[in-house]
């Protein structure tokens, strides 16, 4: 009877183990070797506009291999963080995801506490708008410690400079959760892109439209050594909602 138990689990291992080899040997991308396992990736089975955003966590990425990826439209790339913190791999990746194709935005982390000047000079230091094809997103995940008035009127004023700045509203980027608790009703003419990792698509508690979905923070893609973030739009909604005007 053990060795009736152990059958399946040792065929199974051989065929992972031969997979392996195979992919290994012959080159065979990333996403056939999904596939072959019975695996799908969300833009294998639907028609909506994905993308990818990226920071220096991501590693060195290899664009030619990204820009085959004729499913990936845009990337968002980390520019900055607060009023001194400059992505390391920014200014190679922007350059190489213009080379092979895809369409860019860059982003900024938001600091409540920093200053809000000072911020924004490190954020127009690296996002310049020649460079752009996507308007700048904001990204909002921490309050800095402040109470809810106080962060919303920090967020609120850095908004506006950036809106001044490059002439237009920028892409509003958080999580359902963090959006629920000190940020519904107070969102009016931004656009959203909304962070929620599971298969149920994010309801935000004032039923707000959100343009966009990260549906993940483990995707894979060819060109990738790690776990990438993936989003999508939804519905009708579509990237001519969120391109860079330049004036």
Known sequence: MLSQRLAVPLQAMRHYLALIV????????????????????CE???????????????GEVFWEHVGDNSKMAYVYLKATEGST???????????????????????????????????????????????QDLIPMIDIETTGGLKTD?????????????????????LLYTYTNFYNKHLKGKIND?????????D?????????DYIMWQ?????????????????????RHSMREIRFKHF
């Open 44 to 58: 294998d089975t639907c028609r909506h506009i994905h993308g990818i955003d990226l920071s220096h966590y991501q």
């Open 150 to 170: 106080e962060f919303c009127d920090s967020l609120f004023k850095f908004l506006d400079l950036v809106e001044k700045a490059y002439r237009q509203k920028p």
């Open 215 to 235: 549906y993940t923070a483990k995707g894979r893609i060819n060109g990738i050594n790690t776990y990438v973030d993936k989003s999508r739009f939804m519905g």
């Open 190 to 198: 931004y656009k959203l892109m909304i962070a929620q990792y599971s």
């Open 22 to 41: 195979t992919i290994f040997f012959l080159d065979i991308p990333y996403s056939f070797a999904q596939r072959a396992e019975g695996y799908l990736q």
């Open 200 to 208: 149920k698509e994010p309801v935000l508690a004032d039923d707000k």
């Open 85 to 131: 913190n400059i992505d390391a791999t920014y200014a190679r990746n922007i350059d190489l995801a213009h080379r092979y194709g895809l369409k860019v935005g860059s982003y900024h982390f938001f600091r409540p506490k920093t200053e809000l000047v000072k911020q924004l000079e490190n954020f127009k230091s690296q996002c310049r708008p020649g460079d």
